[in-house]
């Protein structure tokens, strides 16, 4: 069974960076394609930022690319999301998610309804 837990959030000001980390366990990581999803309070759940099998394709939503980027290390079963110039809007809490990959494609794990395992989230609260 797989497992995911998220670490990294926190509490930053307008502009600040921040990484979380993905630890991954239970099942063989280079199986799975890796993604990002974010709620806001008072939304729905919104996919962030997906990676590939191999790592060498990434997929973002508009309104993160150029700003967060994702990454995984297969060696230590873990996924990134490194966060950069973040403003209130990206307040929300951040979950990790995995997808079992049948190909090396990154796009086709952007949705919610293919991720196979969710993890239990951390919370990004960013003030103004």
């Known amino acids: 069974q797989v497992q995911l837990v998220e670490s990294g959030g926190g509490l930053v000001q307008t502009g600040a960076s921040l990484r979380l980390t993905c630890a991954f366990s239970?099942?063989?990581?280079?199986?799975?394609?890796m993604a990002w999803f974010r709620q806001a309070p008072g939304k729905e759940r919104e996919f962030v930022a997906s990676?590939?099998?191999?790592?060498?394709?990434?997929f973002y939503a508009d309104s993160v690319k150029g700003r967060f980027t994702i990454s995984r290390d297969n060696n230590n079963a873990a996924a990134y999301l490194q966060m950069n110039s973040l403003g209130p809007e990206d307040t929300a809490v951040y979950y990790c998610a995995a997808d079992v990959a049948y190909n090396d494609y990154a796009h086709t794990s952007s949705r919610s309804s293919t991720v196979d395992c969710w993890g239990i989230g951390t919370l990004v609260a960013v003030s103004s």
């Open positions: 990676i590939s099998v191999s790592g060498a394709n990434t």
């Open positions: 239970g099942r063989s990581f280079s199986s799975y394609a």
